[in-house]
């Protein structure tokens, strides 16, 4: 009964590669974030998607490119994956307006 | 836009003392301000939160209070437990795309 759930849970690649997080929701919930945590803590959005439209792009490289198939879904792909993309990486869900948000249980980014 | 800023960045207490986060905003139209606790390795966790139209909110050990006009909300943990270690997050929002902007994060340890 898992009501964000990510995968996978960690990630180690080479810098360079191209890797995806995929990340669902069965709250009901019309509105998805992914945030990045970097190693001291900081919490920081990255997207914001409402209904399967971009909301909030926060200055995040090209090189991410989040994907909403359904409002139960968001995932993200990272291309020409760097070294200082490492991080823990949270999915997070909320309904419009309430300004709740649930997080996932994050994915551990590790580039080599 | 939004700024949030949080002290103390550690804080470290005696089990059964009192601990009191505190954080200032910066724009005078956030009205949504949650908190989390974020345990080592896991999720933040949305323990208390408060909408800009009440002053003080209570929930058994928890409470936050927040002043609109000072711009500054604090969180108060009473009777602290070992268990109550870990990493606290304030965060504000506007609702402008339910964009929540957190604070650094304070690191409360509870001896016991």
């Given at each position: ?6 995968t ?8 360079g590669?191209?890797k ?10 019309d509105?998805?974030y ?5 190693s001291?803590k900081?919490?920081?959005?990255m ?9 909030i792009?926060?200055?995040?490289p090209?090189?991410?490119?989040p ?5 139960a879904?968001?995932?993200?792909h ?7 993309d ?12 309430t300004s ?8 551990r980014l590790t580039?080599? | ?25 910066s724009d005078s139209?956030s009205?949504?301000f949650p ?29 936050v ?5 000072a ?25 402008a ?9 304070t690191r409360l340890m509870?001896?016991?």
């Amino acid at each position: 009964d898992t009501a964000v759930s990510q995968t996978p849970k960690y990630l180690v690649t080479q810098m360079g590669n191209d890797k995806s997080i995929k990340c669902e929701q069965n709250l009901g919930h019309d509105t998805m974030y992914w945030y990045k945590q970097d190693s001291k803590k900081f919490l920081k959005i990255m997207f914001s998607y409402n209904n399967k439209e971009l909301i909030i792009n926060e200055t995040v490289p090209n090189r991410f490119s989040p994907k909403s198939p359904d409002k139960a879904h968001l995932n993200l792909h990272i291309n020409s994956l760097e070294l200082g993309d490492s991080a823990v990486y949270f999915c997070a869900s909320g309904s419009t307006g309430t300004s709740t948000q649930y997080f996932g249980p994050g994915t551990r980014l590790t580039v080599l | 836009g939004e700024n949030v800023e949080q002290h103390p960045s550690t804080l470290s207490v005696q089990e059964g003392d009192s601990a009191v986060i505190k954080c200032t905003y910066s724009d005078s139209a956030s009205n949504y301000f949650p908190w989390y606790k974020q345990e080592l390795g896991k999720r933040p966790q949305l323990i208390i939160d408060i909408r800009s139209n009440v002053g003080e909110k209570k929930d058994q050990r928890i409470a936050v209070t927040l002043n609109k006009t000072a711009k500054h909300f604090s969180l108060h943990i009473t009777e602290t437990q070992p268990e109550d270690s870990a990493v606290y997050f304030c965060a504000a929002s506007n609702n402008a795309g339910n964009m929540l902007t957190f604070g650094g994060g304070t690191r409360l340890m509870v001896k016991p």
